[in-house]
């Protein structure tokens, strides 16, 4: 099993020891390094910024959201970004939810699937740069109808370094997954865990068998973002990751629509689910955290003692997963790739 670092969000700004940190993983054989964005920093400048100092790393987007740009705007960073890197570039996408999506991108959410699989089209179309761009579909058009009326096709003025330059897809529900199977070279799954792997396998093998999919068990990429702490206590560990678990099952999303929420209730969590996002959204940002039960960050991480993380990876090396996505400073990653190794 890979490892990569995940640099993660900033939070007020930009965090200190990430080119340390990403030098490290370097040196110490990891293969990606990734960036994020939500409503603060983008994704594609770190990795410029950053990934100018090193030189075999891949260097990846977890995640772009798609509402942030349109499809070519998108396809021009990536192109952009895998020459300066020399082919190093992994472009990664995802929806984000409704709340991000409408209230800070200014753009529809309904029918995510749908607008997904048109904007990898089209981003396709323009690294392929086998004809001039044109796209008739429900959500994007190209040239735009109406407006002026003088748009035109056009090709890419940069000749991509790799047309087939790869494409994940962040998804967490099972059509959205096996969506992933069928249109991408990846899927960025949060918040796996080894007790999932039969639901999400179903997912992804509804997607490798379409007609149009891309790629098969072999030659797909799966990069789970999976917290580690190597920490004698287990309950100290936990309680370093109970804070952003009670964040993504409480509060990132509305009471009626949160993937994040829905992830853990179908990894047999309903009930505390539910209870972290009452406690969470009624401004109980502490009681969310303490209700979350060991067991239930235990299922999504990696912590405790070596031995006991060492007993408990094998479990990981059996699920579809194939590269583990890690998060600290430098320190936590030489610790956490000895254990790991």
Request: hydrophobic residues 45%; proline residues 6%.
């Amino acid at each position: 099993m890979k490892l990569g670092y995940h640099i993660g969000y900033w939070s007020s700004g930009p965090p200190s020891g990430t080119l340390e940190a990403i030098l490290e993983a370097e040196r110490l054989g990891f293969t990606s390094v990734w960036s994020a964005e939500a409503y603060g920093s983008d994704a594609f400048t770190p990795l410029a910024w950053w990934g100018a100092s090193t030189s075999s790393i891949g260097l990846g987007t977890n995640i772009v959201q798609m509402s942030a740009r349109t499809p070519a705007a998108t396809a021009m960073s990536a192109l952009t970004l895998d020459h300066l890197s020399g082919g190093r570039f992994v472009l990664g996408l995802g929806v984000s939810g409704p709340q991000v999506v409408e209230g800070w991108y200014g753009q529809p959410y309904p029918r995510p699937l749908a607008r997904t699989r048109e904007y990898f089209d089209i981003v396709r179309q323009v690294l392929a740069r086998n004809a001039p761009v044109e796209y008739d579909g429900e959500f994007f058009q190209l040239p735009y109808r109406g407006g002026a009326g003088l748009g035109k096709p056009l090709k890419s003025t940069v000749h991509p370094l790799r047309a087939d330059l790869p494409i994940y897809l962040a998804a967490e529900g099972p059509k959205n997954v096996a969506l992933a199977a069928e249109i991408a070279d990846g899927w960025l799954p949060m918040f796996f865990s080894p007790k999932s792997d039969a639901f999400y396998r179903d997912a992804l093998a509804e997607g490798f068998g379409r007609a149009t999919a891309r790629r098969g068990w072999s030659d797909f990429e799966v990069a789970a973002s999976v917290p580690v702490i190597v920490h004698d206590d287990v309950e100290q560990c936990a309680d370093l990751i109970r804070p952003s678990l009670a964040l993504y099952i409480g509060g990132m999303g509305a009471k009626q629509m949160n993937f994040h929420r829905d992830v853990f209730a179908r990894m047999g969590y309903e009930e505390t689910a539910d209870k972290v996002q009452q406690l969470y959204l009624s401004g109980h940002k502490d009681d969310a955290a303490a209700a979350i039960p060991t067991r239930l960050v235990e299922d999504i991480a990696l912590i405790g003692s070596p031995a006991k993380i060492r007993d408990e990876l094998q479990a990981w090396r059996e699920t579809v997963v194939t590269t583990l996505l890690l998060r600290g400073d430098a320190s936590l990653l030489r610790t956490a790739a000895d254990v790991l190794s």
